[in-house]
C-alpha cells in the first residue's frame, strides 16, 4: 500500500514540476500547448477511494491554477474528468473495469489510446471554454481543443509506454 500512495506522490509532483517549469512554455503555432499534467488522473488506481481521488484532481487543478494563474479553470476541468472516469473506464474497458482488475501496462493499445483521448478531449474543451468564455469564439475554443489534445495525447502516449514497466 505504502508504494502505491508514494508512486502516486511521486508521479503527481513530478507532473506538476514538469508542466509547471517546462511544458507552459511550450506554446507551438500560438495556441498548442501540452497539458501532460492529466496523465496523473488517467493513471491514477482505479480501487482507491472514489472521494479522495476527487480531492486530489482538485489539488492537481489548483496547483496548476496557482502557479499558471489561471483563476481554476484547471481545477474545473480536472474534476470533471475525474468526476466522469468510471463512465469512461467502463465504456473503454467494458468487464475488465467491472471486476476492478485494470492494470494499464496489461491493456490492449487500442482501448487504452481511447480512454486517453476520450479524457483529453473533455478536459481541454472544458479548459478552452473557460479560458475564451464566449461562444461566439467556438470556433477558436474548437481549433484550440483540437491541435492541443493531439499533442496532448501523443506526449501521453509516448511517456505510458517509455515508463511503462514490462510484466510477463
Known sequence: MN???SRNALRFIILVLLQILV??????LGYIN???YILFIILFP???????FLLLSFLLGIT?????????????ACVTIAFIRPAVLKFCFGAVYEHQTIKFNQVEFGSKLTYITIL???HHLILFLFEVFNFSKII???QKTLFSSIFTIILCVLVT???SRKTK
Do not use: C, E, Q, W
Open 161 to 163: 509506454i517509455i515508463f
Open 46 to 52: 482505479v480501487k482507491n477511494n472514489r472521494v479522495a
Open 64 to 76: 496548476i491554477d496557482m502557479f499558471l494563474d489561471s483563476g481554476g479553470m484547471h481545477a474545473a
Open 140 to 142: 477558436l475554443v474548437l
Open 23 to 28: 511544458l507552459s512554455y511550450v506554446n507551438f
Open 120 to 122: 483529453t478531449v473533455i
Open 3 to 5: 508504494s502505491v500512495i
Open 34 to 36: 501540452p497539458l501532460l
